[in-house]
């Protein structure tokens, strides 16, 4: 295809947009883009804005979807626009709007203020089993230890798992997909011994037997964490631990 | 106006911000710690580093074979006394990540395990596969929440810093949400900001790595350091300019031009190998290769694509396994964005803008010359990477100095007198209403995403892998001119929340003075050394004038001024820089002079 020929398709994008100083609710507004095979969503975006409507908000940095920054709903999916090809999208209209089950702030932008409390809430560093100075070295972890957590620490923070949750759509104050990933990321990890405050962390009514276990969440994750199988785990390891707990107060009596 | 006062302020939550913040809190936990960034702090550009971060740990390597490493990397233009003192702080750094949990990829024995990188004599960079800048910041933002005392102000925009009775007491801030301005005060500030790349056009850099602790500090009098330096990433993805990491030809893969040929033998890297050895062919010094491209690009031995000339990346003999476990994001990236399978096919690669060497000048504490103002990281120049630096380096510098500027700020801000809290306010009034201005300009229709497009082509024109004086002028005119149209440009956006029409606007105003910096001081630079190398007769490097740092010093409406200062050189004269045989020949050759 001749240059001239690849600038005169185009592409038209429907995008969500909300302003709240002007807007009592949000509606769809749409722009045309000249189209090429390269294009991710998130570049057409860009030339919205740089080109079309510089008013258009959205957030986006690393282009290499790592950062999690430009999560949306594209088409009805959450996805993360840098990775998302026009190519690989059906014909006709792209639909762009921000992501589900969060409050807007504006177009693109949401609120995820909560999701980090979230994050924040179980205690998502090491608590040594074994404290250890820097002078006395690096604690041994095999590669088969590594790999009981290793999948779980991938997660960006993107989102996408809690747009796409059901759950989390109808109580948003279930501790959610990406946080019970990072829960388990820790709670796996050979050098932790705070495994218990964990458990006891999400053990409420909106920890993890909230999940309904749809399963979705593990399916749009664009880094293969498996948030779902973190869940389940946790059932188990809850439910355990909701037995041993048991048996203690037994003890005690 | 809010007024939040803090003790110590840290502006940057990437990977130099979050060990400062984590340093102060826990040096006197009783110190409030403001940790501002533009970004939640895992969007943080360190998130993208890939390869990872250089530690001495194998019992065959010592610290002064990082110590010349280094130094020779930089084309002597480093602080030796700050390279010393870094390379002997390295590994403690990367154990205390260790603990913190960061996911070290592992040996067999649990041991960690480190990888070979460009320039590096011997196997000493720890990974986590290749995405061990995205574990290092999830580690350290994750740590970080378990100090009371870090006060975050996540998705705040800093507009300018309060410096009061010739001291640094605090920042004004704009919510990116709300788009209200907060001023915060405090007795001693971090600054933490990252680089300066997305002023070229092609670069590896996330959008949000404006250079804006460097305009700042710019724009408050201290001189900004050896911004000519510009580092040239050879592998990257054409177009987008995404990285694929070094850590590709640590791991043993080849670079090869349209023949198939694996032409770093003729740019003096040779021997060839089937094996990657260290300081030869693929893990020689960035600057080199890319260097080694434009030659090849001349000689008509790239291949032509719509994104410009290629060579490729060759993968292919590591085979499937190796790639999946040591660089699951490298396949990724190749697989999604250019549909190749890198078992099965060589990727097109080509060089890309990557790191600032240069930046906020600190001494060996991470002290600037403004009192109770520290830098770290990117944007700072602490004075170890010279005039290139190695791969590998940067992501440790975090720790290091990060760690460094945590604790001095800390003892600064228990020495110091209380802040002028009336004084800091009225002039975050000021500020704010400087950034309104802009905002609510009439301007003459001018889009600043134009000049932000004209300024990147004229910085990968002028200052690009070589430079000619003539073509430097260009770029320093054209700069001047965008300068002058940026007083033109009309924000289409003049709303509150989420105007990042706006905030873009302001960080293109970072950029150009961050750019004229960089063209100007490589302009003055003649001679040819690491990353900046000229075609217009200084070829050579020219230690007589130039074994010094550029100094480039903010002149409000004019050009900066370039001056020059002395290079620190402790137990390393400056010699010639050779990798491949010839470096082998010359290193046995010294070594045998010392026995």
């Avoid at chain 2, 084309?75 to 990540?97: N, P």
Wanted: glycine residues 10%.
């Amino acid at each position: 295809m001749s240059e001239a020929a690849t600038l005169t398709k185009t592409v038209e994008l429907r995008i969500l947009r909300y302003l709240p100083a002007s807007d009592e609710s949000p509606s769809f507004r749409s722009f045309q883009v000249p189209y090429s095979d390269d294009m991710s969503v998130l570049q057409a975006l860009q030339t919205i804005k740089d080109t079309l409507d510089a008013t258009l908000s959205f957030r986006w940095s690393c282009r290499m979807a790592v950062c999690g920054s430009c999560g949306m709903m594209i088409n009805g999916e959450p996805r993360l626009a840098c990775n998302t090809f026009l190519r690989n999208l059906p014909p006709g209209p792209v639909t762009v709007e921000a992501l589900k089950n969060f409050p807007i702030e504006r177009d693109l932008v949401v609120s995820v203020g909560d999701f980090v409390k979230k994050i924040e809430s179980i205690y998502p560093y090491i608590i040594p089993k074994e404290p250890k100075t820097v002078a006395q070295g690096t604690y041994l972890q095999t590669p088969a230890q590594l790999a009981a957590y290793e999948s779980f620490s991938d997660c960006i923070n993107c989102m996408l798992c809690y747009a796409a949750c059901p759950q989390f759509g109808e109580n948003p104050d279930f501790i959610g997909p990406g946080a019970m990933a990072l829960l388990q990321r820790y709670n796996g990890d050979s050098r932790d011994g705070g495994q218990q405050k964990r458990l006891d962390a999400i053990a409420g009514e909106d920890g993890v037997w909230s999940c309904t276990a749809v399963g979705i969440c593990s399916e749009v994750c664009p880094k293969h964490v498996d948030p779902a199988n973190a869940i389940n785990q946790n059932k188990t390891n809850s439910a355990f631990d909701f037995f041993l707990h048991y048996l203690r107060k037994d003890a005690a009596q | 106006m809010e007024h939040f006062e803090a003790d110590v302020l840290i502006i940057g939550a990437g990977g130099a911000g979050l060990r400062a913040a984590i340093a102060a809190a826990e040096a006197d936990p009783s110190l409030t710690v403001a940790l501002v960034s533009k970004v939640l702090p895992m969007r943080s550009h360190t998130v993208a580093a890939e390869g990872g971060a250089a530690g001495v740990t194998q019992a065959h390597d010592t610290l002064d074979n990082h110590f010349n490493d280094t130094v020779h990397g930089g084309d002597w233009l480093c602080e030796q006394d700050v390279v010393e003192f870094f390379v002997s702080r390295c590994t403690q750094e990367m154990v205390q990540l260790e603990h913190w949990g960061c996911p070290w990829s592992r040996k067999p024995d649990g041991n960690i395990n480190v990888r070979a990188f460009g320039g590096m004599k011997i196997e000493r960079t720890w990974f986590a596969a290749d995405r061990s800048g995205f574990h290092i910041l999830h580690t350290l933002f994750q740590t970080s929440t378990k100090y009371p005392s870090i006060k975050r102000f996540d998705e705040y925009f800093c507009v300018d810093l309060i410096v009061e009775d010739g001291r640094a007491q605090g920042a004004t801030l704009l919510s990116l949400s709300t788009g209200e301005f907060t001023a915060i005060s405090a007795r001693s500030v971090v600054l933490a900001t990252g680089g300066a790349g997305r002023v070229f056009r092609q670069n590896t850099n996330g959008g949000i790595v404006t250079g804006d602790g460097m305009a700042l500090a710019f724009r408050h009098g201290v001189p900004l350091r050896d911004m000519e330096f510009v580092q040239y990433h050879p592998t990257c993805m054409p177009g987008t300019g995404l990285l694929f990491t070094e850590a590709c030809r640590g791991e043993g893969g080849y670079l090869v031009n349209k023949d198939g040929y694996r032409y770093l033998q003729d740019y003096g890297l040779g021997p060839v190998s089937p094996e990657p050895r260290n300081k030869a062919m693929e893990l020689g010094p960035r600057d080199r290769l890319s260097q080694a491209f434009w030659h090849e690009e001349r000689k008509g031995r790239t291949v032509e694509t719509p994104a410009g000339s290629v060579v490729y990346l060759d993968l292919r003999h590591l085979g499937k396994a190796k790639l999946k476990e040591r660089l699951p994001l490298i396949c990724e990236l190749a697989e999604e964005f250019m549909g190749i399978d890198p078992a099965d096919a060589p990727i097109p690669v080509r060089p890309a803008v990557h790191y600032t060497m240069g930046g906020i000048p600190t001494d060996i504490r991470t002290a600037t010359p403004i009192p109770g103002l520290y830098a770290a990281g990117e944007c700072s120049s602490v004075g170890i990477h010279g005039a290139n630096r190695l791969g590998s380096n940067s992501l440790t510098e975090l720790f290091v100095f990060g760690h460094v500027a945590g604790d001095e700020a800390v003892k600064f801000a228990k020495g110091a007198p209380a802040v002028n809290a009336g004084r800091n306010l009225e002039q975050a009034k000021a500020s704010a209403a400087k950034a309104l201005a802009l905002r609510d300009q009439k301007g003459a229709g001018e889009r600043h995403a134009d000049l932000r497009k004209e300024m990147a082509l004229t910085m990968e024109k002028g200052c690009g892998i070589y430079r000619i004086g003539s073509e430097m002028q260009e770029t320093c005119d054209k700069l001047a001119e965008l300068k002058r149209r940026f007083a033109n440009v009309t924000i289409e956006d003049r709303s509150a929340a989420w105007n990042t029409d706006w905030v873009a606007a302001l960080e293109l105003g970072y950029q150009l003075d961050v750019a004229e910096a960089m063209a100007h001081s490589a302009l003055e630079r003649r001679e040819s050394r690491g990353a900046h190398q000229r075609i217009d007769g200084f070829e050579a490097r020219d230690d007589e004038h130039f074994l010094a740092h550029s100094l480039a010093h903010y002149r409000e409406g004019a050009s900066p001024e370039i001056t020059y200062g002395p290079v620190k050189i402790t137990k390393s004269k400056p010699g010639e820089r050779a990798y491949g045989a010839l470096g082998e020949a010359l290193e046995s050759k010294k070594e045998a002079t010392h026995v």
